[in-house]
């Protein structure tokens, strides 16, 4: 089945730690994302990838990095510098970077703090 | 910039009741519009999306949604609910002409009580 794989599906943080998440996908698609999902504020731009080896600072990029090694990866690491961490985070992709086309979400994964 | 509103955080209804959800948006170029769905701790599903041409667009579970671009709206809409309708919905525009910025309001919580 082609889809988007999210792992873990909950992760826990310990002050001061580097914590990575995992997205891959298997749809071909060029262009992928990173969310940030608080209750009540809806999905917040993270980082988002139009091609390998590119990436872009989204709207709440402070305390997280990427890298795009490879088409159908595109991990997402919360940093210490990330003080309120806790949250929902939802990877997704698309076809190509254009406006009109479609995104498609993994099944997330829930981040806490210890 | 382009920003979404969805002014009802909660909606009750009764199964079998009809419902709308409200969406807003501003953007000062063309837009393409969409409505995902959530349940529970999953990732996001795409329900329907107006990209051009017919203003009334229809999911293949009875959704439909209607974009008027003089109210700058794009409210869903259901004639009858069912209890399996119970998730979370949120409304999301990005700009025609631009990269694949999807802007999301702050989600409705759809509950259909029995």
């Known amino acids: 089945d082609g889809g988007i794989t999210q792992s873990p599906k909950y992760l826990f943080r310990k002050e001061g730690q580097n914590v990575t998440l995992s997205c891959e996908q298997n749809l071909n698609h060029d262009a992928m994302y990173w969310y940030r999902q608080d209750p009540g504020q809806g999905l917040r731009l993270i980082y988002y990838s139009q091609i390998v080896n590119d990436f872009q600072k989204g709207d709440i990029a402070e305390g997280y990095s990427v890298s795009r090694e490879k088409k159908e990866s595109f991990p997402l690491t919360v940093t210490s510098a990330q003080k309120n961490p806790t949250a929902f985070y939802l990877c997704?992709?698309?076809?190509?970077?254009?406006?009109?086309?479609?995104?498609?979400f993994g099944a997330g994964t829930r981040l806490s703090v210890l | 910039a382009q920003s979404v509103t969805q002014l009802d955080s909660q909606v009750p209804v009764f199964e079998e009741a009809p419902v709308e959800l409200r969406c807003n948006y501003s953007?000062?170029?063309?837009?393409?519009l969409f409505w995902y769905v959530q349940y529970p701790n999953q990732g996001l599903q795409l329900l329907l999306k107006y990209l051009s041409g017919s203003t009334l667009v229809e999911s293949i579970n009875g959704f439909e949604a209607e974009f008027n671009k003089s109210q700058t709206s794009f409210h869903l809409r259901k004639p009858s609910v069912h209890i399996s309708d119970t998730a979370e919905y949120f409304c999301a525009v990005s700009g025609a002409g631009g990269g694949n910025k999807l802007t999301f309001g702050t989600g409705t919580q759809l509950k259909v009580e029995l």
């Open positions: 953007s000062s170029v063309s837009v393409y």
């Open positions: 997704a992709s698309s076809k190509t970077g254009e406006a009109k086309n479609i995104q498609y």
